[in-house]
T-cell receptor
């Protein structure tokens, strides 16, 4: 089944403890992206990647890192999480520019 | 800068009714417009994708239209069911966006049995 897989689905962590949210797609898509969704603010793009080894900042990149060493994987790294990074995170992929997007099931992160 | 608006913010209708959700965008220079469904606290499920060259797309009881000249897209749901209750989001892919989607705030739909 063609899909975007995020792990974990739920995560509670403490301030300052590094964490990684994984994202993997099995559709050979070139483009991958991370979004966060917050009440009243909607979906905001954190980082995106147009292909392997090519990444760029979205609207809210502060406090996050990404890497794209393989086409299928696009992990989101929080080096020192803070409570304001408590949010619902989505990974998305697209075959190429101008095609539709497939989203993962989301990761609900709580930082205490 | 592209802005996407969805009206109404919430809608409650009895089961069985046909309904229309609206999405408007300010800049007609888009590659496509995509409709998504989101259940509470859950992921985003793609419903329909309309390319800029298309006027409409259909999937089962859903029909989405696109009118670039007026900056509008509609999602028509026929014979609504309680299982259709969810938040519906539209997202435009502008031509100058560098892959970023511009999102509406969503319409929360409740179908009453």
């Amino acid at each position: 089944e063609a899909q975007v897989t995020q792990n974990p689905r739920y995560l509670i962590t403490v301030t300052g403890k590094k964490l990684t949210v994984t994202c993997s797609q099995n559709m050979n898509h070139e483009y991958m992206s991370w979004y966060r969704q917050d009440p009243g603010l909607g979906l905001r793009q954190i980082y995106y990647s147009m292909n392997v080894e090519v990444t760029d900042k979205g609207d809210v990149p502060e406090g996050y890192k990404v890497s794209r060493k393989e086409k299928r994987n696009f992990p989101l790294i929080l080096e020192s999480p803070s409570p304001n990074q408590t949010s619902l995170y989505f990974c998305a992929s697209s075959l190429t520019y101008g095609t539709g997007y497939t989203f993962g099931s989301g990761t609900r992160l709580t930082v205490v | 800068k592209q802005e996407v608006t969805q009206i109404p913010a919430a809608l409650s209708v009895p089961e069985g009714e046909n309904l229309v959700l609206n999405c408007s965008f300010t800049d007609s220079a888009i590659y496509n417009l995509q409709w998504f469904r989101q259940d509470p606290g859950k992921g985003l499920t793609s419903l329909l994708l309309i390319q800029s060259s298309q006027r409409e797309q259909t999937s089962g009881r859903l029909n989405a239209s696109l009118d670039k000249s007026s900056g509008r897209s509609t999602l028509y749901i026929a014979a609504s069911q309680p299982g259709d209750s969810a938040t519906y989001l539209c997202a435009a892919h502008p031509m100058d966006s560098n892959y970023q989607l511009i999102w509406g705030a969503g319409t929360k739909l409740i179908i009453k049995p």
